[in-house]
């Protein structure tokens, strides 16, 4: 089984920058991919970015966020990032990072994002 605790989140004003982390516990190697959900009230989940865990690494983004959020990971630390700059407040929300893959699908507590005006 594998947990994940995400942290980095925040207040931050519009056009700042705000790094989340995801620190995943015990082995990712057997899953597809690890990436980052948001949840904002009245509005539908969304998948904002993902990154292969296959030797590729690919990654991919939703349109909102294509050009201001990019996904580093570090291998040694089983640790996904999302770097977030030129925030806007409709990027406010709760982030939750995934994991999935054969094993199954598991999430983090999720961190609050919020992005003042």
């Known amino acids: 089984q594998v947990q994940l605790v995400e942290s980095g989140g925040g207040l931050v004003q519009a056009g700042g920058s705000l790094r989340l982390s995801c620190a995943a516990s015990?082995?990712?190697?057997?899953?597809?991919?690890m990436g980052w959900n948001r949840h904002a009230p009245g509005k539908q989940s969304e998948l904002v970015a993902f990154?292969?865990?296959?030797?590729?690494?690919?990654?991919t983004y939703a349109d909102s966020v294509k050009g201001r959020f990019t996904i580093p990971r570090d291998n040694t630390k089983n640790t996904v990032y999302l770097q977030m700059n030129s925030l806007r407040p409709e990027d406010t929300a709760v982030y939750y990072c995934?994991?999935?893959?054969?094993?199954?699908?598991?999430w983090g507590q999720g961190t609050q994002v919020t992005v003042s005006s």
């Open positions: 015990g082995s990712i190697s057997r899953f597809n991919a």
């Open positions: 990154v292969s865990i296959s030797s590729d690494r690919s990654t």
């Open positions: 995934d994991v999935w893959g054969r094993p199954g699908d598991y």
